[in-house]
């Protein structure tokens, strides 16, 4: 098993060209999401889905432009691959998420599954697709392509421990500088998702960047949704036995 | 948006252009609430049949309508599963492994033992072949079924759908109770022709309806603002009268005949008439001692003079009108109730607010616990990082 490799996108040198939603979509043969003009801002692709892999956010926020290169966040407890129930999603050695389309049955049980609203079942395709962190990249010794491609290292490739030291240099270097928002998203390995491999450091409330202030995985919760359902089935059972009582000999 | 703040209004927050943080479920209609509902009917039925079964005894004559409806509901549930996926033509990769991490992968399984329980039960039961091999399939069926009826609850509460993970208390019992009043349905239907269903159809009817009542009730209580996706969908508003006025006739449908009536053995829900030949197919096969004849002619027997307060009401076919209709409401209710969670999950998961709203408050009570626990500590509470199963799925050997 390799190191765990991770990306880290430093937003606040995010300049909006969209070079990894390009890179992205050459290098992984991704079909186009549409032509869309959503006329809200310059983004054009809207959110993370089947065919946008990389999603660039923009935001107008009064005095100045926020711009966010999305990813699947690749999280230590993920919740799309705990519910996959072909085993097509899996845990590469590189402790990233991948979805094996060959095995994937298009059950469409982790679109639904997953806090950030990443994974989602390509129409007419029928299959689930995300981010795979350049999962054959990876295997030949290169970087993801959208780390490739970006030109103010915004979107940062490396081990991850590796990743969140220069992270944490970076926000303290923000924070030196009187830009107290910075701050750093899905960095601990203490939240609701165990960390996530692809981190963030933002400039604004997650919210705003269409994230989840606390994302969780609801796997976390399952025994005890089984036990309520052992409940509700006995209480079927005492049900069923008192409807048919009464009625012997 | 002028919508999320009427549904939150303390909330004070941003969002991407008021953009869905996660993707609502892609599941479509009328698959996945029809399965839902079949595979809820199909695992009361199985349930009710084994049941049935042990009261019968050995040797007792098989139930049936309980062992038919279980298959086929089973059967049409697995093919609007099928149906329901991208790829249909791998359905079976759904048992290519055993995941519990997974409750689809879990429920793949119970459905396949399901369906195979009930399909050897009913076929037994139709040509009269192997019946000790189709009882052994209806006991089994007993404990496949409530599972079948209620794993679909955990299925859908195991999501980040905000209005589904919430409600993971009360779901199950909505399904069960629901499944139950479906299941009496059938019973109520089939005791037209068949008598001895009437009875526990009209029982598991009722008390079904009160179950699925009770568990909407208390869950949009304890919701709070999240119980809003529920009550504004009209389905969800239509299977809960629905269910709530059947449930009130299969009731009603099983009370004794008026103060004029002559007996008023039996009280309740309960038909006057019913003695110890009543019309229940085990008793009355052991009553009479005769086979499978004499307990049927028993059967009818009692039936024609108990069932339906025949002997004794001013108007017969009133209280049979009553359960068909009470039977029409609570199929109705409770398919409308599984349309009903679908959309109300969809709805939940298409407003940022369901999702950002509740995370701030549990956020902030966090940070909250700890600045009281451990000032400066910087310590998460515990529970926090709790690891799940699942990564043991490598792909080293495909796990074939």
Redesign the interface.
Known sequence: MSERMGFFTDTSVCIGCKACEVACKEWNDVPDDGFVFRA??YDNT??L?ASTWRHV?F?ENGDGWLMSSDVCKHC????C?????????????FDTVVV?SD???????C???????????REG????WKCTMCYDRLRGGLEPACAKACPTDSIQFGPLDELRERAAARVAGLHAAGRTEARLYGE?????V?GDGAFFLLM??P????????????????P???R??????????G??????A???? | MARERAMVPKAEFGSYYGQPIIKAPIWHEPHMPLYLYLGGLSGACGLAAAVEELRAGPGGPPATVARLAAAAAAAAGAGFLVAELGRPERFLNMLRVFKPTSPMSVGSWVLAAHGGATALAAGSAVTGLLPAAGRLAALASGLTGPVMSTYTAVLVADTAVPAWHEARRELPFLFAGSALAGAGAVGIVSGLARPETAVPGRRMAALGAAVETVASTVMERRLGTLADPYRQDGMMRAGRLLTAAGGVLAALAGLPAGPRGGSRRGQGIVPAGRGPAGGWPGSAGRASAGGPVRAARAAVAAARSGYAGARTASRPGLRELAGVAAAAALTAGAVCTRFGVLRAGRASAADPAYIVGPQRERLAARRAAEAARTPGDGGRTAGDGGRTAGDGDRPAGGSG
């Open positions: 809200t801002s809207g959110a889905g956010a935001i230590t407890d993920a919740a691959l705990d519910v996959c129930p072909t085993g097509a999603l899996f845990r590469t050695e094996q095995v994937c049955n298009g059950c469409g049980y679109v639904p599954a997953c806090p950030y609203g990443v994974i989602d079942r395709d029928g299959r689930a601990d390995p203490a939240d609701g165990g604004a409330e919210e705003t960047y269409g994230l989840p202030p606390d994302p969780v995985v609801t796997t976390r919760d399952l005890a949704m089984w309520w359902a052992a409940a509700a089935a006995l209480s079927m059972v049900v069923t036995v008192l409807a048919t009464g009625r012997r000999r």
